[in-house]
């Protein structure tokens, strides 16, 4: 589609005006960069439409290894994605300056669902890193997930590749893993891939660590990869002397200029997959730049990676999702898929906090996959803990993520048919209240961490949070309870459209060139013990293989 630069502005301005006039609150409107100024990376201005092999949409934590893999492995491979590429910017690089970065809105969306009514109506938030890396731009816990989580994807899919010792390939295709503890390098870890990670060991706090764990009659294990999936441990990182490994640096920055089969087209925002109703074809994708409004054809396939939100909200608004969905919203409905958008699901996060003295962590990340009701049953955690301290000012924070929700998912879905418009989000924390029951659970195992005598030897922690006379840690959890932003599953791998939207290949139900290759992919019912970004990095990996054989 060639438009002339008269059109394309009308059409943008139009774009703008409708976002701007829409009934949804001021809130839910997605703060797209557009601006006229390049930064970094190719900016949609030629005049030509594009064509490529493969186009990949989004360039985040998935993306951006779909892409460098694809173009390496030869395919003429484009991403467009939404952010810009700021990878250069030290902001993004710097451990210290992670706290800073989340109040810059200029490189996200913040998306704002509906409000929680089991949660006293308050409005959680839940953030997309508009940036080359996406969400990999996080707090840099790296785990893998445990072979009985791998076990849940091949009963779901009936798919044997998704066996642990299948995915540990792929894990060890992502990681340069180093560890500080004295232990030998687990067998479970590549040292050669792209993502640096090291774990944070020292022998003095190692072993407090440990007596901890002895002391609540729990055990304690080096490396929670691959077969431990109970414990203390140290938790493993993407900072690595105070800076960060993530795709958008470690797969594409440095491909970009190696491949000249490889395009990155940022500030770029996708609005539209053009369907062929009849022959269930993707035939372009359209999308809009500060530049106006562009047309992309794959001769090959086209790769979804749009994240968790924007992935199901980009299929309902091209007509692929739940029909009385698309109908409500005057959209032509493409191809019937009813689980688009389903089954969201997130830990949701509590905190204690402290106030230490004496006390010193540096890099070291304590993490403890513990049972909360039963100790040593070295089996079913049902919280996942995790100790922050802010060197400054000496505060601890204690995260407590629940990783056995009871409660029914939440879903995406639609406001109205603006691609400009962010999605529908609806969240459910706490609507079982078995939930509320495990973050108080969880809540009074740490008290007894920090009870432990040899806690209370090593250094003085004053509870702040919830405070030690608070008598009511139901009310406590219901006013606090966070989103843990590990958000997955609305595009949910099974084997039949009835149940699932893509299939253990990663392929669209019912759409010959389509497939979705991020963290939406994750099966109904399933939920991250830890965080899930390491094996979001470990499926691009197996999603970008699997094209390479299908097409090579
Ligand atoms: C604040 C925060 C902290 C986190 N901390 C951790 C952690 O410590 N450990 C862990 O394991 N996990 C963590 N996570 C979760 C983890 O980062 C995510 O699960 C993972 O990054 C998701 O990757 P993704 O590829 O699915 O999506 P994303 O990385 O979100 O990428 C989606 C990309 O698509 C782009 N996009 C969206 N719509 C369009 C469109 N229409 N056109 C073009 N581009 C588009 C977006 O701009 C974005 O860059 C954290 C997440 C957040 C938000």
């Known amino acids: 589609m060639k438009l002339s630069p008269k059109t394309r502005k009308i059409l943008l301005l139009t774009a703008f005006l409708i976002t701007v006039a829409v009934c949804v609150p001021a809130t839910a409107l997605i703060t797209y960069r557009i601006s006229t100024s390049a930064s970094g990376s190719t900016q949609a201005s030629s005049k030509e439409d594009i064509v490529a092999d493969f186009i990949i949409i989004g360039g985040g934590s998935a993306g951006c290894i779909v892409a460098a893999r694809l173009a390496e492995y030869g395919f003429e491979t484009v991403l467009i994605s939404s952010g810009a590429n700021d990878t250069l910017n030290p902001m993004m690089r710097e451990k210290r300056a992670y706290s800073q970065l989340f109040r810059m809105p200029q490189f996200k969306h913040y998306l704002f669902p509906e409000p929680s009514l089991n949660l006293n109506g308050r409005v959680l938030n839940t953030i997309v890193q508009n940036t080359l890396g996406g969400n990999g731009v996080n707090g840099g816990g790296m785990e893998q997930m445990m072979r009985n989580d791998w076990t849940y994807f091949v009963n779901v899919t009936n798919d044997q590749s998704y066996h642990h010792q299948n995915m540990s390939a792929y894990y060890k295709m992502v990681e340069n893993f180093t560890s500080t503890a004295s232990i030998s390098p687990s067998e479970n870890h590549g040292h050669s891939g792209p993502i640096i990670i090291t774990q944070y060991y020292d022998t003095k706090f190692g072993n407090v660590w440990k007596s901890v ?88 396939e086209y790769i979804l990676s749009a994240g968790v939100f924007f992935s199901p909200h980009l299929l309902m608004l091209s007509g692929i999702g739940d029909s009385d969905i698309l109908r409500q919203h005057n959209i032509t409905v493409k191809h019937e898929l009813k689980q688009v958008g389903k089954n969201l699901v997130d830990n949701g996060v509590v905190t204690v906090e402290y106030d230490t003295k004496n006390f010193s962590l540096g890099d070291l990340k304590p993490v403890g996959l513990i049972n909360s009701q ?100 139901s009310t406590y959890v219901i006013n606090t309870v966070s989103t843990a932003q590990h958000f997955l599953g609305t595009c949910s791998m099974g084997k039949n459209e009835q149940t699932s939207v893509v299939d253990s290949h990663f392929k669209v139900h019912g759409i010959d060139n389509l497939r979705i290759v991020d963290a939406s992919i994750f099966p109904a019912g399933f939920i991250s013990k830890s965080g899930p970004c390491l094996t979001v990095y470990a499926l691009a990996e197996k999603a970008a293989r699997t094209l390479q054989q299908m097409y090579s």
Not at 230 to 252: H, I, P, Q, V
């Open 374 to 473: 039963s100790t040593t049953t070295n089996t079913n955690p049902d919280i996942f803990f995790i100790l922050k301290l802010d060197e400054q000012t000496k505060r601890l924070t204690v995260l407590i993520l629940n990783i056995s929700p009871k409660s029914p998912a939440g879903y995406v879905s639609l406001h109205n048919s603006n691609p400009l418009v962010s999605p529908k989000i609806n969240l459910t924390y706490l609507k079982d209240e078995r939930d509320t029951k495990t973050f108080v659970n969880g809540i009074e195992y740490i008290r007894r961490i920090m009870s432990t005598s040899v806690m209370k030897q090593y250094a003085t922690f004053n509870e702040t949070q919830p405070g030690p006379n608070s008598v009511n840690l």
């Open 213 to 300: 764990a002895q002391e609540l009659s729990e055990t304690y294990s080096d490396d929670l990869a691959g077969l431990s999936d109970y414990g203390f441990s140290f938790e493993g990182s993407a900072f690595t002397n105070g800076l960060r490994s993530w795709s958008g640096d470690a797969y594409l920055s440095s491909t970009m200029s190696k491949y000249s089969n490889l395009k990155v087209i940022t500030e770029a925002t996708v609005t539209k997959l053009e369907i062929n109703e009849k022959t269930k074809h993707v035939d372009s994708v359209l999308f809009v730049t500060s530049n106006g409004l562009f047309k992309g054809t794959a001769r090959k």
